[in-house]
C-alpha cells in the first residue's frame, strides 16, 4: 500500500468514527447566506461546506480527506482489476444483499428467445453485447476495437437532421433528443439473434496529426475516420448522422446524481460573462412523467438525468430487453426493419409484462449506484502535489471541479452529506473542431461534451488493461486526451504545451493518482 501522509490518516480515522466527512468544520465567519441554493441544508451546514469546498491555495501537502475521494463509501480494498467492483463501503448488510444481486443480474448473459431458460429469454432481436458487463467489463472503460476485432464496448450513436416541421418542433420543445434513423434507429446494433443480419460493423481508420510541445517533443495523435460496412437493412443515406461512443467506468454514479443541481447550475455561463473562456452549458432531458425538463448528468453528452435511466436506456438499446421504464421488447427496432418485428419476444406472462420486469431493473440501477470510488493513491508523494498545482494554474478546474458536498436528503443513507472528489462540473462545453461529431442531441450541440469524471483515471490500466481514453477511445494515453482538448479547454490545453518535461510529468502523476 502506497504511503499516505497524516492529512489522509486523519480523513481516515475521522471516517471510521463518525461516517461522515465534515463532522469537524466549523463555520468560517461572515458565512450568512452561502449556498443559498441548497435547500436541504441548513444555515450551518452551509457554512461548512462553504469551508470545505474552498479551491485549494496550498500545494505542499494533501488536502483533509482527499484520500477519500469517494467520501465515507470510498473503498480502500487492494488495487487489482476489481478494483472498481467494490460496493460502496458505508451501505448497509441489507443493501449489500441488494448490490449483490443486482451485480448477478448486471452480469447476466440474456438468450433469444424462445428458450428452456424463461427468465433469460429476450435478447435483441438486434443488441450490442449480450449482458450488460459485456460492454462495462470488470465496471470499467471500454475500448475501440483491435483491428479485425468486432466492437463490444464501443458502439455508434445513429439520428437524421430533422426532415420536417414535426421533427423540428419535437427538438426544439425538447420532447426529442433526436430524431433516429427510419431504418436504422437510434444506435448501430452490429449482432442479431439466429435468422436476423446485424444492422452493419463499425469501421475505423487512423490519421496521424502530430502536435510539437514547446520542449521540441512531438507526439503523434491519432484522428479517427468512422464508417459502417455491411449494412444488413439497405442504405444508410446522405443524411445519416453518426457518434461513436465507448462504454464509461461505472464507479460513483449515485454520489454523481445526488449532487445538487444548484451547485452544478452555478457554473453555468452560457455568454461567458466571467471573462475566463468557459461557457459551461446545462443539459436538459424530458422526464415524461413529470412532463417537464430535468437536469442531465449522465451519458458523453449529458442526455440521461438519473442512472435508473441510462440503465434502462441500455437494457433496451444495446442488449434489446424490456423493462417497466423502456417496455418495447424489440429494442431498437423499427418499422422498416419488418424481420425484426417478425421475432419472437420474450415476455414471459408469469413473470410480467415485459422481459426484464420488477424488480431487475431496480436492483442494476441499485448496484449501479454504489459501486465505490476507489481511494486516491501517492495523495502526499511531491510530484503528485506539484501535478496538483499545474493542474489548478492551468485552468483545468474551471471545467474539472475538483469536489462537491452531496444532499442531505439523498434517497440512499450512504449518499448523504458526503464530500466527494469527481473532479467534473456535470456541464456540456465546447471541445472544439478537433472533437467534434457534428451530432447534435438534446441540448449538446455537435461540438459539446460533458466533463467526464477523472476519479478512478489512473487505474484504467489496472481494471481495464488498456489506456484509451476519451469518448471514441482515440487517445491513447492521457497526454494524448490532454491534447486533443479544444475550444473552451484551449487556453489550459496551451499550458501543457508549455510546460517543461518535468512538470508535464508531474502532471499526467497526478492524474494517474486519481
Partial sequence: MPQVGKAALLSTAALAITGSLLFSLSAPSGAEGVFAHRDDLSEKDRARIQAVLAPAEDFSAAEAYELMQGGAGTSRKMVNRDAFSHPTQNITFEEEQDFKVGNGLFKKLWVSSPSSTQASDGLGPLYNARSCQGCHLKDGRGRPPEPGERAV????????????????????????????????????????????????????????????????????????????????????????LISPRVAPQMIGLGLLEQVHEGDILAKVDPEDEDGDGISGRASWVYDADKDAMILGRFGWKGANATVRAQSAGAFNGDIGISTPDAPNPYGDCTEAQESCYAQPSGVQERLGDTEAPDPVLDLVTFYSQNLAVPARRDVDDPEVLRGKELFYASGCTSCHTPKYVTRRDAPTKAHRFQLIWPYTDLLLHDMGEGLADDRPIGSASGREWKTPPLWGIGLTKTVSDHTYFLHDGRARNLLEAVLWHGGEAEAAKQSVVAMERQDREALIKFLESL
Fill in 153 to 240: 464496448s464501443m458502439f455508434l450513436r445513429l439520428s437524421v437532421k430533422p426532415q420536417t416541421e414535426e421533427q423540428k418542433a419535437l427538438l426544439e420543445s425538447g420532447m426529442a433528443a433526436s430524431i433516429p434513423h427510419p431504418i436504422y434507429g437510434g444506435q448501430l446494433q452490429a449482432f442479431a439473434v439466429p435468422g436476423l443480419p446485424g444492422e452493419g460493423q463499425m469501421t475505423i481508420s487512423y490519421e496521424d496529426v502530430p502536435v510539437e510541445l514547446a520542449d521540441g517533443t512531438v507526439v503523434q495523435l491519432r484522428k479517427p475516420t468512422y464508417g459502417i460496412d455491411n449494412p444488413g437493412f439497405g442504405p444508410f443515406g446522405p443524411n445519416t
